[in-house]
């Protein structure tokens, strides 16, 4: 049986120490396009972090481990509180016993006592490789490990003997794949990396791996950190890709939830009905499954929208970034999710969007993760449509921020 002890647990704050990375303060304001109003917030803007691991594991797809005892997280799981959370999780979802064919971590302890992690261990062993991420929510994933790939050359160029990305399979490979082509269309260069996916139920071994701190994170006092340098460039990329050189007619872009497990809008036939009343000379495209598109098709079909309206959730993040400076953007979500972190990161890019609380349908989930099902006051809907319509009409002129 392999056995390992975890020490410590090393947060961004200890990685920015030994390189020397400051968390600037960063003042930005969001700007509500519903009632014209600009909140100020304040955020810390950093460079990521670049670290050479020697040797340990990679446990649940995300977490990584050293051979020493230190442990590191990525994205919104940078907290012990995130780390303990999906250990606990997929301890009770695998089940896996102390054997003498796993590998078995002690000295994790939370507020329930005693964690130890027990699993089975993939007979691949992993070398000389970037390490990506574990992140199967493409919002997260938009904000919090794709502008990463605009350090690979950082990487790459001294380290020729590196030539393959390393990511669990719960990241769809196109999104690796869309990654990398638009890193590699900023730099002007091709990588000639490989892409290797493994299970993430199982614990994989790894030798001379590099890692890239997260790109957007909250620390312990709830203020959002985030690479706005990289964010910035690495959505300014994703737009220029995304181009069309010929002129659409206009068209408004409904991203519908309709067919997800949770959050859905129940009254989203209505709120169509309100759209088109509201924009009559328009063309009206919905997309209920955005996801089955290539993410070239994807990005293409929102950046070239006259607006967007997005059911709360999914590809947020990923409409964001290809948001036209201008374009009118709302956004619906449950009045029992807070979308902090989504509406700064958007802040951070210098964008603005109108968004919509819906009213959560039934009894209401005990889930962090998963929302009920919401209803839309569509007096309060129409409303809006009415206002961004003098946006799309240029009746009045979007703030620059």
């Given at each position: 049986m392999t056995t390992l002890k975890l020490k410590q647990f090393v947060e961004v704050r200890e990685i920015s120490k030994s390189q020397g990375i400051n968390f600037i303060p960063y003042p930005l304001a969001h700007l509500d396009l519903n009632n014209l109003k600009l909140s100020p917030r304040l955020i810390h803007s950093f460079k990521p972090g670049i670290l050479v691991l020697k040797s340990g594991w990679i446990i649940d797809g995300r977490v990584m481990v050293t051979d020493d005892g230190a442990i590191l997280?990525?994205?919104?799981?940078?907290?012990?509180?995130?780390?303990?959370?999906?250990?606990?999780?997929?301890?009770?979802?695998?089940?896996?016993?102390?054997?003498?064919?796993?590998?078995?971590?002690?000295?994790?302890?939370?507020?329930?006592?005693?964690?130890?992690?027990?699993?089975?261990?993939?007979?691949?062993?992993?070398?000389?490789?970037?390490?990506?991420?574990?992140?199967?929510?493409?919002?997260?994933?938009?904000?919090?490990?794709?502008?990463?790939?605009?350090?690979?050359?950082?990487?790459?160029?001294?380290?020729p003997n590196i030539k393959?990305?390393?990511?669990?399979?719960?990241?769809?490979?196109?999104?690796?794949?869309?990654?990398i082509k638009t890193a590699e269309s900023s730099a002007n260069q091709n990588f000639g990396l490989k892409i290797k996916q493994f299970n993430?139920?199982?614990a994989v071994r790894f030798k001379n791996f590099v890692a890239i701190t997260s790109t957007t994170f909250r620390g312990d006092e709830d203020i959002i950190k985030m690479s706005v340098h990289e964010a910035k460039s690495f959505s300014q990329q994703m737009c220029k890709n995304a181009a069309s050189p010929s002129k659409n007619d206009?068209?408004?872009?409904y991203l519908s939830r309709k067919n997800a497990s949770h959050r859905r809008t129940v009254n989203q036939d209505n709120l169509i009905k309100i759209i088109k009343k509201v924009f009559p000379d328009l063309k009206f495209a919905i997309e209920e499954q955005i996801q089955k598109l290539s993410m070239e098709d994807q990005a293409k079909l929102i950046y070239n929208a006259s607006m967007i309206i997005e059911e709360g959730g999914g590809s947020t993040a990923f409409t964001n970034n290809l948001l036209v400076s201008g374009m009118p953007y709302v956004?619906?979500?449950?009045?029992?999710?807070?979308?902090?972190?989504?509406?700064?990161?958007?802040?951070?890019?210098?964008?603005?969007?109108?968004?919509?609380?819906?009213?959560?349908?039934?009894?209401?989930?005990?889930?962090?993760?998963?929302d009920n099902d919401i209803h839309v006051n569509e007096t309060n809907f129409e409303n809006l449509m009415i206002k961004m319509s003098l946006f799309i009409k240029k009746k009045i002129k979007m703030e620059i921020l």
């Open positions: 997280g990525e994205g919104f799981n940078w907290s012990v509180n995130g780390i303990k959370h999906l250990f606990r999780n997929q301890n009770e979802k695998l089940k896996v016993k102390t054997s003498s064919k796993n590998l078995s971590i002690t000295g994790f302890k939370d507020e329930q006592g005693r964690c130890d992690i027990n699993r089975e261990i993939n007979n691949d062993e992993l070398s000389n490789a970037i390490f990506l991420s574990g992140f199967d929510n493409l919002s997260h994933y938009m904000m919090e490990i794709a502008p990463k790939s605009l350090l690979f050359p950082n990487i790459l160029n001294p380290n393959t990305i390393i990511a669990s399979s719960l990241v769809p490979k196109k999104w690796i794949e869309y990654t993430p139920d199982k206009p068209y408004i872009l956004f619906i979500f449950s009045s029992q999710r807070k979308a902090f972190a989504g509406l700064l990161y958007m802040a951070g890019l210098g964008k603005s969007a109108a968004w919509v609380l819906g009213e959560p349908v039934g009894k209401l989930t005990e889930s962090p993760y998963i």
